[in-house]
Nanobody
Framework: QVQLGESGGGFVQAGGSLRLSCAAS????????MAWFRQAPGKEREFVAAIGRRGSSWIYADSVKGRFTISRDNAKNTVYLKMNSLKPEDTAVYYC????????????????WGQGMQVTVSS
């Protein structure tokens, strides 16, 4: 079991930046693939980025490539999502998620989820 808690969301103007953090409980953080998903009002939850257990492999949704960077610090049991050049269409509730297998973009394959936090980008 792992418990996840996100922080760092909020309100930002278009073109701005935010860094999201997700802290995990437990001593086995390094055994989990971590990911970020988001859900905008009226839309389905969508994949944003995922990072492998060692932090040396990752995948991104096309919509965020070149703007977002996922990273992790296994010593701090934390995964990050640095978001640059934010657009109004990035507005959503952002969730971190964990699974104990390899990278995946499918939300149904993730076993543990944070509570989510709002990111709002104004135009």
């Amino acid at each position: 079991q792992v418990q996840l808690g996100e922080s760092g969301g909020g309100f930002v103007q278009a073109g701005g930046s935010l860094r999201l953090s997700c802290a995990a409980s437990g001593r086995t953080f390094s055994t989990y693939t971590m990911a970020w998903f988001r859900q905008a009002p009226g839309k389905e939850r969508e994949f944003v980025a995922a990072i492998g257990r060692r932090g040396s492999s990752w995948i991104y949704a096309d919509s965020v490539k070149g703007r977002f960077t996922i990273s992790r610090d296994n010593a701090k049991n934390t995964v990050y999502l640095k978001m640059n050049s934010l657009k109004p269409e990035d507005t959503a509730v952002y969730y971190c998620a964990a699974r104990d297998q390899q990278l995946s973009t499918r939300d149904v394959s993730y076993d543990f989820w944070g509570q989510g936090m709002q990111v709002t980008v104004s135009s």
